[in-house]
């Protein structure tokens, strides 16, 4: 099977958790795009009713459009039922690397607030030390982006803006992110998160730790739950 295949496995499993009566988070990426089509067909088919759905990206709203899939705002539902995301890294620990789909901040606001959050992968995304496998994205207002990059170097990691300076990737916010490599990974992750919390001009950054409650790889040798 493909990777993509194992990502489609991982995320309709997940998929079978989501009842009628719900209110969804809905994440971003290739991973979860799987996982909304899904729940788009059982929408149409009326193998669920009453759900909706609140999506954490312009990409994923576009995409639960196409199989009309009711959508919503955490303006109008700050409660959400189940969420479902894909990751980039996952430790042990159930700590996770998002935001290389660039849409970390509204992924993280969407799924602080739901009563159940599920990570779905394939089995290249979990690492024995968080921040190993890839950048950690921060995200930074346009405005002195430079001065954040040569702050965020002095935390030991080497930063580069997304997409150049030519051409930078622009959020959906309209911010710019700065993907931040560690070359020995993250020693301390809830030590930094604090620090990139408190920093002015940060807007968010892709360390998700203690918020998924459930992730489910997706393998050559099938399916592994972890929670």
């Known amino acids: 099977m493909s990777i993509d295949q194992f ?11 989501v009842k009628s009566g719900m209110t969804l988070g809905l994440g971003s990426g290739s991973t979860v795009s799987h996982a909304v089509i899904k729940i788009g ?9 009453n759900i909706t759905g609140v999506p ?7 995409l639960a459009r196409q199989y009309n899939i ?5 303006d109008s539902h700050p409660n959400l039922d189940l969420a479902i995301d894909g990751a980039d890294e996952v430790d042990p620990h159930l700590n996770l690397i998002k935001g290389l789909g660039g849409a970390l901040l509204r992924e993280k606001m969407v799924e602080l607030t ?12 979990p690492v024995k030390k968080i921040g190993t496998r890839g950048p950690l994205p921060v995200e930074v207002v346009q405005f002195s982006w430079r001065y954040q990059a040569n702050w965020l170097a002095t935390l030991g990691c080497t930063p580069t803006l997304r997409g150049g300076e030519a051409a930078p990737f622009v959020t959906d916010n309209g911010n710019y992110i700065l993907d931040c490599t560690f070359p020995q990974g993250i020693d301390d ?3 930094l998160a604090r620090t990139l919390n408190e920093r002015t001009g940060v807007v968010e950054h892709g360390l998700f730790l203690n918020m998924a409650d459930e992730v489910i790889v997706a393998g050559e040798t099938g399916l592994q739950f972890i929670n």
């Open 7 to 17: 990502k489609q496995r991982a995320a309709e499993k997940a998929v079978e958790q």
């Open 41 to 49: 067909q059982l929408w149409q088919s009326g193998e669920l009713a």
């Open 56 to 62: 954490t990206s312009e990409r994923t709203e576009t």
């Open 70 to 74: 009711p959508l919503t705002t955490l």
């Open 114 to 125: 739901a009563k159940y959050f599920i990570v779905v992968v394939d089995d290249t995304k």
């Open 189 to 191: 992750p809830a030590g």
